[in-house]
């Protein structure tokens, strides 16, 4: 018996889409009787259903809401035999943003990623796009600024996008590479909210600047996080890695399938893994399509894309 009717609604969605959902995925029918849910199906799929629900209960009861990113997880961990740990996800908070919302893993791999963090002074985040690799960094930094861990944050990036030219782009270097840099700044905004964000930005306690800048610096007590770093050189990250001074972190994170490097360069992010493989204190976290936490299309369009790639070479 469910007593609370904003669960039950929650857990039906609008015109019942998410019982639409679990009767696509599980192969059940959902209806719900004098404030009882009933499944209807065959012994395995009722089995499957019954853990569901009691998982999307916990889902709601900790979270005030269910969104399709959560149920539809929540069905794929059933599906791997891996449904118990839907309640470690709920429990891992990073931090709570400027307007109130929780920050935490929602995916297995986001929590390795995080545990990962937690433990080794470099670790490489790598993986698709959509699978929260900076925001969650940059989250951890945050936390660990406020905390008193390190004494600043610095947020960088390689100045390359697709084949485009800097000379052509009006103003001083500084200027020429924000735009590049503003996905690292709308995250910021977003974590810290607008008057923590220029406080921090106006003291330089926050750092975020294009890769060049980091070249002959000595990083101490600082949280660095290298972002897009598919397209650094081997020579800019040999360069960036060895900046970090005492009491310092770096996370590096990027996709290896969105290069943009010109033809002839060799990636850093490809090649490093060959060279610090094994290395105490440093780790490698490999983040799939599983992992992708912005709409569900994302996921189908890297994996059309992929196989599109093997069939054609």
């Known amino acids: 018996m469910i007593e609370d009717n904003e669960i039950i609604r929650e857990i039906f969605g609008d015109f019942d889409e998410n019982i639409n959902i679990m009767k696509e995925e599980l192969g059940i029918n959902i209806a719900i009787r004098d404030g009882e849910i009933k499944l209807y199906g065959d012994r395995v799929s009722i089995d499957l259903g019954q853990k569901l629900i009691y998982n999307l209960i916990e889902i709601v009861r900790k979270q005030g809401k269910l969104d399709k990113q959560n149920l539809r997880y929540s069905i794929q961990l059933l599906l791997e035999g891996q449904g118990e740990y839907v309640k470690e996800l709920l429990k891992d908070v990073v931090c709570v943003t400027a307007s109130g ?5 929602k995916t297995l791999g986001q929590k390795r990623y995080l545990d990962s963090i937690k433990k080794n002074d470099i670790v490489f985040g790598i993986g698709p796009a959509g699978t929260g690799k900076t925001y969650l960094a940059m989250a951890m930094a945050v936390q660990s600024f406020k905390n008193k861990e390190v004494n600043r944050i610095i947020l960088t990036r390689p100045a390359v996008e697709a084949g485009e030219s800097l000379g052509f782009l009006p103003g001083d270097l ?38 060049a800048y980091m070249r002959g610096r000595t990083l101490d007590s600082s949280y660095v996080i290298l972002d897009e770093a598919q397209n650094t050189t081997n020579e800019q990250m040999k360069m960036f890695l060895t900046r970090l001074g005492f009491g310092s972190k770096a996370i590096i994170t990027g996709d290896i399938t969105q290069i943009d490097l010109s033809k002839g360069k060799e990636s850093g992010l490809k090649t490093i893994a060959k060279i610090l493989n094994g290395v105490d204190g440093i780790d490698f976290i490999y983040l799939s399509k599983n992992d992708i936490v912005r709409h569900p299309l994302v996921q189908k369009i890297i994996e059309a894309y992929d196989r599109f790639e093997n069939i054609n070479g």
């Open 101 to 105: 919302k929780s920050i935490k893993p």
């Open 174 to 211: 500084q200027e020429k590479v924000d735009p590049y840099l503003r996905p690292i700044y709308d995250a910021l905004f977003d974590i810290l909210g607008a008057e923590s964000y220029t406080k921090y930005m106006e003291k330089g306690v926050i750092e975020v600047a294009p890769l």
